[in-house]
């Protein structure tokens, strides 16, 4: 999932004659100069560092931006235009705001409510052990795949996915797909180093099911985060 953070906290080290404890030193992600071009673009508004930052967040989700630069976004890094109306601005700000606190804090979110086969009182009997996972395949219906369903492993079959979760793309493949394919065990092909979900799931998370309440957490945010970029506005600049 993306990271958003308006500010680095970088560690410093005191010099040794004072405490030695580390210290947190703010920095902003927006540059005055950034901030004094969008002031000038907005006369009448009182902008701050943080509202520039969430009108970037939002307007990257922008399908019309993404179309109209599509051809630059292949090839430099992005330029953010101002859009030509101030509530335009309020508008790709707050949502951008509101789409950074989803796409940090998508552990916490609600887990979607996806249909497991065999019930809830089956789920109520399943050990840790019964949701390790070795890799999550979709459904089949005939020879047609099905991705209203995912075969999380051999006793654990959700369905009931909704298929607009997967329109939610990132870096080019939906996400509840790089969940499907991270949260596995595999082995890497020359070194032969196995990376294995479950032991994160255990030793790092403290809960054998991370895999299965991280990838209903992600229909969520897929969901939530298509609410919010289909409610953009058209970009006039």
């Not at 979709?138 to 369903?149: L, N, P």
């Not at 939530?224 to 600049?237: F, H, N, S």
């Amino acid at each position: 999932m993306s990271q958003a953070n308006l500010f680095a906290d970088d560690v410093a080290m005191n010099p040794p004659e004072q405490s030695g404890e580390k210290t947190l030193v703010r920095r902003d992600g927006i540059t005055d100069a950034g901030l004094a071009h969008f002031a000038k673009a907005y006369p009448t508004e009182t902008i701050t560092k943080e509202d520039v930052f969430y009108y970037i967040y939002g307007l990257l989700h922008s399908e019309d931006y993404k179309k109209r630069y599509a051809d630059n976004l292949t090839k430099e890094l992005p330029r953010i235009p101002c859009v030509k109306k101030s509530t335009d601005f309020w508008a790709f700000s707050r949502s951008g705001r509101v789409l950074a606190d989803l796409h940090v804090d998508y552990e916490s979110v609600a887990m979607y409510p996806v249909t497991f086969e065999g019930g809830e009182l089956l789920m109520s009997a399943l050990s840790d052990a019964d949701y390790r996972v070795e890799q999550m395949k979709f459904g089949k219906k005939g020879k047609v795949t099905d991705k209203t369903t995912v075969i999380y492993n051999h006793k654990i079959t959700m369905t009931g996915i909704p298929l607009e979760a997967y329109d939610y793309v990132v870096n080019g493949k939906p996400a509840l797909e790089w969940v499907m394919e991270r949260q596995a065990v595999t082995t890497h092909k020359d070194s032969g180093i196995v990376n294995d979900a479950n032991d994160w799931a255990i030793e790092t998370m403290g809960n054998a099911k991370y895999p299965l309440e991280l990838f209903q957490r992600v229909i969520t945010v897929s969901i939530e985060t298509m609410k919010i970029v289909r409610a953009l506005p058209r970009l006039d600049i």
